[in-house]
């Protein structure tokens, strides 16, 4: 099995020295750290479990239900995620994440991941400040062109922004398996620092294309749909875990579904969505212990095509 | 959005059925107790259904108009806009609905009750009685909270299955411009209940289309009444 490293010495040393003020107090200095990949531009590393907000942070007005996804957000820091992603097509989310921000306190190394969603090229920056003031943060760090949509108007914009310092990374995205000879042709000409995808245990297309070319190009590779929206999971969830699975130091379907997808070597970063703490904890357990080879990405593969 | 038409309705809906049903939650506790004059109205329009005659068309009207303006404002756009980016424009269909209202039920006296056949005139009482007394009670009878219920007047299922009971009683000549509109937000609320996974997805769009029926036939058999006393 493969085993990424759980505690950079980094990490490791800023946790210790951390530890006597605010591990008592926020419960989580025994926790171990999520493994990390690079960004292949940059060589920045980032967890390999994220924070997705599509439906789930879509809350509207609802001050229970945002307290909610602001202890979701804290859960989620506090075991050491970093990339949280959202967009203007997604409602509320983008007000709520700034809403969660606000009240926990935004983390120094938060990953700040947004798109880019309007068909007037020339509107594009008007939505992206909106975007940034919902968020309430000084800027994004990664600006990406939702599914495509005028991504010939819009790139030119991200990388003067990024240029100019006002962006970090620049990434294009698509989902439900949408768009991939377009997506490719951007990727084998545009000089992007991120792609965002579908990939998961059963929607595995990329493997054949786009995952081999964000290898070759040196880009980063989000995936989004790690449950197909909740569905897979609930499917995966009539039958019982293969008792191989702790082999991966797996305890859950979800865990079994994630480390499929980040054991991928050209994936840096797979972003669940939920509403549950446990779950966010879950999910980021997903990036600990030891990893799938690949022997056993394959393995993990017939097993639930079979069930 | 690009290609959206290989999108399929679970994947455009935005919002969790939590956070859907949590919406009518917050909007009657805030808007208590608003739902009692909602009742009333309802059953102004049952009584002057039962008075009959040109003014009570025209006051029933008048009452429905007020119900689909109050919708458009106090739910789509207050409520529903901050989950879904389409409510803007079904606030504005909404609008529409209310004018259409009061030019051809209140200016035009269109809605005077005078159902062409006996089928329709019960199909008309049930329709509004369903809407006023049954359907706040399904999201409670599937288990959902009584806090959630979704009531005449401020809640627009029953409001536009109301609205199809009247155009019914009014069958004799049907004011067929003020149906598009509320058989297609049954249709539509139905999907995005189907999308959501609601067990009672069938029932607006069922009962909606159930009303066109007999709304067209009933202006069929006056066609041919017509024809043949001709």
């Given at each position: 099995?493969?085993?990424i ?37 940059s ?98 760090d ?10 010939q ?96 130091d ?17 994936v ?22 030891r ?17 | 959005?690009?290609?959206w ?52 068309g025209r ?58 056949t ?19 009670l ?15 007047g ?19 000549r ?16 139905g ?37 043949s006393?001709?």
């Amino acid at each position: 099995m493969a085993n990424i490293p759980d505690l950079t010495r980094r990490r490791l040393l800023g946790t210790i020295a951390a530890a006597p003020l605010l591990g008592s107090a926020m419960g989580w200095a025994q926790q171990v750290r999520p493994a990390t990949r690079a960004i292949p531009s940059s060589g920045e590393a980032v967890p390999l479990i994220g924070l997705g907000s599509w439906i789930t942070f879509n809350v509207g007005h609802d001050r229970v239900a945002r307290d909610a996804r602001a202890e979701v957000m804290r859960a989620f820091f506090q075991a050491g995620g970093r990339l949280i992603d959202s967009s203007p097509m997604y409602g509320s989310a983008q007000e709520v994440i700034g809403y969660g921000l606000k009240k926990i306190g935004r983390p120094a190394d938060l990953f700040a991941a947004d798109k880019v969603w309007i068909s007037d090229g020339e509107a594009g920056r008007a939505q992206m400040e909106a975007s940034r003031r919902l968020w309430g943060i000084p800027r994004f760090d990664l600006m990406q062109v939702h599914n495509l949509l005028a991504w010939q108007a819009h790139l030119p914009t991200l990388f003067a922004m990024k240029a100019a310092g006002q962006l970090r990374y620049v990434g294009i995205t698509t989902s439900h398996g949408r768009r991939h000879g377009d997506m490719a042709q951007i990727m084998a000409g545009q000089p992007i620092d991120f792609v965002q995808l579908t990939y998961n245990l059963v929607d595995r297309e990329v493997e054949q294309r786009l995952l081999p070319l964000a290898r070759e190009r040196g880009i980063a590779v989000i995936v989004n749909r790690p449950f197909q929206q909740g569905s897979l999971i609930r499917r995966l969830e009539r039958h019982s875990l293969p008792p191989w699975a702790t082999e991966i130091d797996c305890s859950s379907w979800a865990q079994f579904a994630l480390k499929f997808i980040i054991s991928h070597p050209a994936v840096t970063c797979a972003i669940p969505a939920t509403t549950r703490v446990d779950h966010v904890r879950e999910n980021m357990g997903a990036a600990t212990g030891r990893q799938p080879d690949q022997a056993m990405r394959a393995r993990m593969a017939a097993f639930v095509a079979r069930l | 959005m690009s290609e959206w038409w290989t999108y399929g309705l679970r994947d455009l809906l935005m919002f969790s059925a939590q956070t859907y049903y949590r919406l009518f939650e917050l909007y009657n506790r805030d808007l208590w107790p608003s739902q009692l004059l909602a009742l009333v109205l309802g059953v102004a329009v049952l009584a002057l259904w039962r008075r009959g005659g040109e003014r009570a068309g025209r006051a029933i009207a008048l009452i429905l108009a007020v119900c689909w303006l109050w919708i458009a404002w106090g739910f789509h756009w207050q409520r529903y806009a901050s989950i879904n980016l389409a409510a803007g424009y079904f606030a504005l269909a909404f609008v529409v609905q209310a004018l259409l209202l009061v030019w051809l039920g209140v200016l035009r006296g269109r809605l005077t009750p005078v159902p062409a056949t006996r089928l329709q005139q019960r199909a008309g009482l049930g329709l509004l009685l369903f809407a006023l007394l049954v359907f706040p009670l399904i999201g409670p009878l599937l288990g959902r909270s009584w806090t959630q219920a979704e009531v005449f007047g401020m809640a627009p299922d029953p409001t536009a299955l109301a609205t199809l009971g009247v155009l019914l009683f009014a069958g004799g000549r049907p004011a067929w411009g003020l149906f598009p509109i509320p058989v297609a937000w049954c249709l539509l609320s139905g999907a995005t209940l189907w999308a959501m996974e609601s067990p009672d997805f069938a029932v607006a769009p069922l009962a909606a289309l159930l009303a066109l029926v007999l709304a067209a036939g009933g202006a069929l058999r006056r066609a041919r009444a017509g024809r043949s006393i001709g």
